[in-house]
């Protein structure tokens, strides 16, 4: 049984230039058709899976872009069915989105972590990324949500123009958050940015990474996954159980399950976009047999610290996985690219800024 689950609330106040996300702005009456949608759902998937669930993450779009009397209604739906008690609950949102009054409602309503979109703390780089908000809101935000009790990570956009990663990352560690995840900024097809040309240094953004981990170790961050990075146990344990093949429910326009299925590993179901979603059509799913499966695991494994487990792999689609990757392991290995232990095998820092064409290795063998 599945015990995560992922909810996509599509809406955003502001459509930033490099967004490729599903989302758009909102109008009354799409809110309210989205939110009908949404229980029918709920009470839908609810009966195929009346689960306990671990870790519910709410984001989007800009899930706090809805107002409290829709969130209301979001958690009375949850109310409903598997309610909003699970250990971790996250809540997507922008600096803009809260006050102090605010966060003490988002406590009511039973999130625990905010997971905040800072994107920079340099006003340049904010304006260069088209966001809403400048520095001063968006650490001023910061301090609030930790100051209110909850768990916050806050994500940085690494690689833009005019940046200095540095002092960027400094300022965000200093501000006692307990996880950050970083992303290096790509151009998306049919983005405003890519319709701009704009481009990023390649050479750059590799070093950038390696620059991050450097800063923000320095501040006892643990990166425990090539894009995160958090304080001992504040690691996501939503996200940790995507990365370790684990099942998860999705509900909401364009959100992407892994769900149980008959005669195969899983099926990872892709909710259609928001005009379709509503009138319930569109939706793709794609069954994945042992050897699919063990390909998403090792990209998604090979990411973590914790790397792939072969008692995980073995559990789940009974190939034991060092028989018959076994010659292709140690050619990794000797290429430096992988390390191996006896129930483990790991990405080295080399091998994780080449993990896709390790992937395609492992799907040529
Ligand atoms: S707020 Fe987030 S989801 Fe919305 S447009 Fe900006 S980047 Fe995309």
Redesign the pocket.
């Known amino acids: 049984m599945p015990k995560s689950l992922y909810l996509h609330v599509?809406f955003?106040?502001?459509?930033?230039p490099?967004?490729?996300?599903h989302?758009m702005r909102r109008n009354e009456n799409l809110v309210a058709a989205y939110l009908d949608k949404l229980e029918h759902n709920v009470l839908k998937l609810y009966e195929r899976y009346p689960t306990k669930l671990n870790t519910i993450y709410i984001g989007?779009?800009?899930p706090a872009h809805l107002n409290d009397q829709e969130l209301w209604r979001i958690v009375k739906i949850f109310d409903k069915t598997w309610g909003l008690t699970a250990s971790e609950i996250s809540f997507?949102a922008?600096p803009l989105s809260f006050d102090k009054k605010r966060l003490e409602v988002f406590k009511d309503m039973g999130f625990n972590r905010l997971s905040i979109?800072l994107?920079s703390s340099q006003d340049n780089v904010l304006k260069f990324l088209?966001?809403l908000h400048n520095a001063k809101q968006g650490l001023q935000a910061l301090d609030w949500a930790l100051q209110a009790g909850f768990s916050v990570s806050a994500d940085i956009i690494a690689s833009a123009r005019g940046q200095d990663l540095a002092s960027d990352l400094e300022s965000l560690a200093k501000t006692g958050v307990q996880h950050i995840s970083v992303y290096s900024l790509t151009i998306e097809a049919n983005t405003p940015f890519a319709f701009r040309n704009i481009k990023i240094d390649q050479d750059k953004a590799a070093d950038d990474i390696l620059l991050t981990k450097e800063i923000l170790s320095s501040f006892n961050f643990k990166h425990y996954e090539v894009s995160n990075y958090a304080k001992t146990g504040f690691e996501s344990k939503h996200n940790k159980n995507y990365w370790q093949g684990g099942y998860y429910l999705a509900l909401g326009p364009g959100a992407v399950g892994f769900l149980p299925a008959k005669n195969y590993i899983g099926n990872r179901r892709a909710n259609a976009h928001i005009k379709n979603w509503l009138v319930d059509t569109g939706q793709e799913d794609y069954f994945l047999d042992a050897e699919e499966y063990i390909y998403d695991l090792v990209y998604s494994a090979l990411r973590t610290s914790e790397g792939l487990s072969f008692e995980q792999v073995y559990k789940l689609t009974g190939v034991d996985f060092m028989l018959r990757y076994e010659q292709l392991v140690k050619e990794l290995v000797d290429l430096a690219m992988l390390e191996l232990s006896q129930t483990h095998l790991y990405a080295s820092q080399k091998g994780l800024l080449q993990i896709n064409g390790i992937v395609k290795r492992f799907m040529d063998n």
């Not at 955003?12 to 930033?16: A, D, E, G, T």
């Not at 490099?18 to 996300?21: A, H, I, L, P, T």
């Open positions: 599509p955003c106040p502001h459509i930033c490099y967004c490729d996300f989302k989007g779009g800009t997507e922008d979109g994107q088209g966001r």
